[in-house]
């Protein structure tokens, strides 16, 4: 009887599980699919802009110099500077997690 009951809750975990997983695949996929098309335009943005920059004699420097501009001004825009403070947090959270999972502890002398 109790085997019964434990398959019975692994079957209705599993079935949760496999549910959660394609719901969220669901809602997410047209968002990975959304980020793919404007990573794929920014990258055709950058080549048409590096291959104008170097037929103008442009120097090496001085595009390095501007495309070192773009990607600090790039990184201080509100979005970019707001994902990256929810990875530092989940960062955070999974050192935290994984260190109450191995349970170091610190020695006190």
């Given at each position: 009887?109790?085997?019964?009951?434990?398959?019975?809750r692994l079957a209705l975990g599993?079935?949760?599980?496999?549910?959660?997983?394609?719901?969220?695949?669901?809602?997410?996929?047209?968002?990975?699919?959304?980020?793919?098309?404007?990573?794929?335009?920014?990258?055709?943005?950058?080549?048409?802009?590096?291959?104008?920059?170097?037929?103008?004699?442009?120097?090496?420097?001085?595009?390095?110099?501007?495309?070192?501009?773009?990607?600090?001004?790039?990184?201080?825009?509100?979005?970019?500077?707001?994902?990256?403070?929810v990875l530092v947090l989940v960062g955070a959270l999974a050192l935290?997690?994984?260190?109450?999972?191995?349970?170091?502890?610190?020695?006190?002398?």
């Open positions: 009887m109790r085997w019964r009951r434990r398959r019975w599993g079935a949760g599980t496999a549910t959660t997983i394609g719901v969220a695949g669901y809602l997410l996929l047209p968002l990975a699919v959304q980020a793919f098309v404007e990573l794929l335009g920014l990258f055709l943005h950058a080549a048409v802009w590096l291959a104008s920059a170097l037929s103008s004699g442009t120097d090496a420097w001085t595009i390095a110099g501007t495309v070192g501009r773009a990607v600090g001004n790039a990184f201080m825009s509100t979005e970019a500077l707001a994902v990256m403070a935290y997690a994984l260190q109450r999972l191995l349970g170091f502890e610190e020695e006190s002398q």
